[in-house]
């Protein structure tokens, strides 16, 4: 079992900066692939971001390439999303998502089995 608490959302200008953070519980963290994925009003949960659990293979949205930047550290059970070059489309509850133990990355939200609360990020023009 895997608990999520996020953070560090909030409000921003355009072309701000803010940093998301993920705290995990759980002895076995090191071993899960995780994700980060955003939910618009309206809209369907989709990808933003994924790492695997040595940290070695990252895969980003087309959305998110250059802009944002997924990081781990097993040793502090955390998974952190940098965000970086804000727009007003990057509004949006992020999710932080952990797969099965010993399973790979992917973009598919059902492939998640633990999630978080999310953490509001508002982007204003």
């Known amino acids: 079992q895997v608990q999520l608490v996020e953070s560090g959302g909030g409000l921003v200008q355009t072309g701000g900066s803010l940093r998301l953070s993920c705290a995990a519980s759980g002895r076995t963290f090191s071993s899960y692939t995780m994700g980060w994925f955003r939910q618009a009003p309206g809209k369907e949960r989709e990808f933003v971001a994924t790492?695997?659990?040595?940290?070695?293979?990252?895969y980003y949205a087309d959305s998110a390439k250059g802009r944002f930047t997924i990081s781990r550290d097993n040793a502090k059970n955390m998974v952190y999303l940098q965000m970086n070059s804000l727009k007003p489309e990057d509004t949006a509850v992020y999710y932080c998502?952990?797969?099965?133990?010993?399973?790979?990355?992917?973009?598919?939200?059902?492939?998640?089995?633990?999630w978080g609360q999310g953490t509001q990020v508002t982007v204003s023009p």
């Open positions: 790492i695997s659990w040595g940290g070695s293979t990252r």
């Open positions: 998502a952990a797969r099965g133990a010993g399973q790979y990355t992917s973009v598919n939200p059902r492939e998640y089995i633990y």
